[in-house]
């Protein structure tokens, strides 16, 4: 079986590629370095140094004999992406140059993935929707092109529906109106433009899944946590990439820097903001859960991939009760909230479909919160105050 | 009052300025040529030649003293749109090169508006999303960043509903769900990726007015026939763009055409398919309206802006009537449906909104239908056959 992760340089790219290189898969990552560019060029620095995509997988390579190929490039060129399905691509590292055919299934992760980098100004809105946009758009068509029995495996946003005033359903709802009836995707309105892009994905995906018959797994996920997986966890080189500002660092993993660097918790306004969170290997196992379950032709799989809720301010709470038990003064500071967003809303989503899938979640609690604690303290020397809060405003 | 019309080479876009200019308004138009240069490139003719924008806007002052300002440039590069705002523009054409500042009203038409084109291949897919999409974000910020009482007024279409079961409202619908209730954008799914982008064109919008408080109103229309306008009626030379191919020939127009030019109607399928159409002078009316009744900061209005509903079938009889009548032995031809789309359907749209504004409403009948084929006659010798059907599949 063949999986092909594309951006699989990212936060979650990487691991998921290490993840299925063990257990078996013929894997290739695709990646622009459009996140470490884009670190360099905001100046967010990451928690530690990570190896170049290539020696990431020569590293592996070494360590456990696997390979997993890489290929360097831009899929919004739609040229490149149909490289990987018509046997024309170029791999940057391989041991087996040879073209290894067509994936069973693609994890699509090659996106922008920060709501404050798209509000930055109007050109990283415009970077954000041409770049979400057109891989998404490449990899509709080069599958139709050539691979209509291919799997997707698409990462969305549980912020695709904002907070509405209803229950959340897993990705579609049933309307009555007027004596009829009707089923829909799950009406949506996000909260950055980051996020309104996942919602034009989707629109995207329901039509190539309506008139093309493809087959797409869509799940919606909310912050992720964590950094050491399995994989991850024989040679320090293989971590993933682990950012702690405010543009691509997220909530849990953050307030743990800032906690231990004395920075205070910034919590936005009321701090009453509920999401749904997971563990980084919860994600790993969702994504597995779904290539091993794949959708069917003509079906749009909606999953909502969070393992738990929390507000900000339970976050903050958790953060600075861990902080304390380790010795740390953490302090918790209300700031203006630089967003245009509901402090205090209604916020109940449903997130049963992976469970019966199989996943078995990790909970956030005092313990594994710990854990990290631990790890970020290895690189406490590196933590640089001034990339935690820059204030992007919208 | 100054009106800012993006788009205003086009088949709406340049009677509309005439319609605001006779009006006593100041008006700009900007236009890249796109439609002329895609008419160029797909080899598809217009029903007679019509002048360059430039030569157009000249014309216009010469028979009427009034001035409407030409801006030729690409709205999908940002710093082309602020131009028009921060008072950098630079103007291809105008009586008074001066600035004329800050539009009250904007009306974006600048959009690749033809679904066959959306579907000719990838590459014309991506135009179309890129072109569609970075428009009206560059619209939306800078909208927000130099002028947020400005009305934005933006064509919408009919076709993001797509042919739900269930009956269509304008814009909205408050949804009842387990015990509680919330009123969301009503839900969408469209034909087409050209269709599609028009949904995403919503999305953002929506976003702008919940962040930025912008004014919104806008107009989903159906497919609009016809193409004489009082303003046009002057001088041939200023006559709207008129296309009767597959790609940019709305139905009603090649219809026309066909049975003149002895082509059989083409009717995909079995031609259930339902819609709701306008005239062109009825656009011009909605519009107009929606300017003297502008849309509230924070605000995004949305109407169905249709007159009527036809079946395909309908249409087809209806020319083939007139057409008779008129001496040309029309003929209809079902042939296989290039498109995947519901060819039998519920349909029962809401378009209250725009008679409550004030439109009068030009009804499509056998009369009306005369009047078109008369001004298409006189171009009889001009009909290409071989651009009629080109069979672009979906």
Redesign the interface.
Known sequence: MHVLILGGDGYLGWPTAMYFSKRGYEVTVVDNYFRRNSCTELDVGMLYPIPSLVERAKIWHELTGQEIKVVIGDLTD?EVMRSLFDGTVEYSWAIHKKFSGIPETIVHYAEQPSAPYSLIS??H??IT??NN??VT??LM??VR?FARDCHIIKLGTMGEYGT????IEEGW?E????G???T??Y????G??YH?SK??DT??M??GV???DLRVTDLLQGPVYGMVTEEASIDDRLKTIFNYDEIFGTIVNRFIVQAIADYPLTVYGKGGQTRGYLNINDTLQCVHLSEKNPAKNGELRIYNQIMETFSVNELAEMTQCVGREMGYDVQIKKIENPR?EAEEH?YNPTYQGLLDLGVKPHYLDNDSMKKMFKVVEQYKQNIRRDVIFKGVK?
């Open positions: 739609a109007y050109k809105a415009n929707i041409t946009l057109l758009n490449n068509f080069a092109d509405p005033n209803i229950d709802l309307i009555e109106h007027k009829r009836k009707d829909f995707l009406p949506r309105q996000a950055s433009i309104t919602i034009m629109d995207l329901w039509f309506r008139m093309w245009n209604y919208w």
